[in-house]
């Protein structure tokens, strides 16, 4: 429930400075009669914000996480990890990436960046500790395929999208609410901004589940290129071993979680919130490829 209660926190935020911008602006008195005006500033608020996010991901990913950047390789261990990265970046087609690693007991990696060219990939000491050779270059290819596809360039703008349209269906919404149902005639009344915050919390909260939903079809993709890139047969092995240690708590950032490899298991409703499509439907799909 926290990457709800986040989503949330998130969007009220943007629509408090958003409103009093636009009221500063003069914009809100365009919401009845010119919606256009309205939907061009509701998307510059709308995609700032994830585009702000997408350029300062690697600075808030270090420090979110303290992973320790590889400059220089101390141990075996970081130059192989080192010459892993850089063998499957090269397969890949994109530019080397920074390498770091994070100290948490959970394995887990992630892939982070504003363009594919300028990434950072990152894995979990805990990680590196338990599994094999094969199922970390596993992990890490599926991190470079995040990177290759350009999966954190698409995932903001398609934030920014659904951003747009939550806040300018909201402000619709509370127009209607202020001036058919509550009958003001007098200006924008609390009925606009009380309607126009919960309706922004309810669109916000059935928007995000698009945005989940387009996350878990990308972790496909994700895995098909760590099977490409590694192999097969370590893509499943790694998956299988993620699967084994589904009790161990995830403690990685939320923000992170959604380009993470392991992305925590719900049921229910809350199911429709999860990133990451189950391990086991996912080995499955593997399986199932030629």
């Known amino acids: 429930m926290m990457r709800i209660f986040l989503f949330l926190a998130t969007n009220i935020a943007v629509l408090l400075v958003a409103s009093v911008t636009l009221s500063l602006l003069g914009v809100d008195r365009y919401t009845g009669q010119n919606h256009g005006d ?89 990680l590196l500790d338990r599994f094999s050779p094969d199922e970390v270059e596993a992990v890490l290819a599926h991190e470079i395929g995040h990177v290759a596809n350009g999966d954190m360039v698409t995932m903001a703008l398609l934030q920014g999208v659904v951003n747009t349209f939550v806040m300018f269906f909201a402000r619709i919404i509370g127009d209607i609410v202020d001036r058919v149902i509550l009958k003001n005639e007098e200006g924008r009344g609390i009925g606009y901004f009380v309607a126009t915050i919960a309706a922004e919390l309810v669109l916000g909260l059935l928007a995000s589940t698009i945005v989940m939903w387009f996350s878990r079809r990308r972790e496909f993709r994700a895995d098909e290129a760590g099977a490409d890139l590694a192999s097969k047969h370590a893509m499943i092995g790694a998956l299988n071993r993620l699967r084994a240690e589904q009790n161990i708590e995830a403690d990685m950032p939320k923000a992170l979680v959604a380009f993470g490899i392991n992305g925590g298991l719900k049921e229910g409703l809350a199911a429709l919130f ?14 199932q490829r030629n």
Do not use: Y
Request: glycine content about 8%.
């Open 274 to 287: 999860m990133s990451h499509p189950p391990l086991e439907v996912r080995i499955a799909a593997l399986q």
């Open 38 to 126: 309205l939907l061009i500033f509701c998307a510059v608020f709308g995609f700032s914000g994830s585009l702000i996010s997408l350029f300062i991901s690697k600075w808030m990913a270090k420090r979110s996480t303290g992973t320790q950047i590889i400059d220089q390789p101390r141990t075996r261990q970081e130059q192989w990890l080192l010459q892993t990265v850089e063998k499957l970046a090269n397969k890949a087609g994109i530019g080397m990436p920074e390498v770091g690693i994070f100290p948490s007991h959970q394995s887990n990696a992630f892939a982070t960046g504003w363009n594919r060219n300028s990434a950072l990939v990152a894995v979990s000491q805990g």
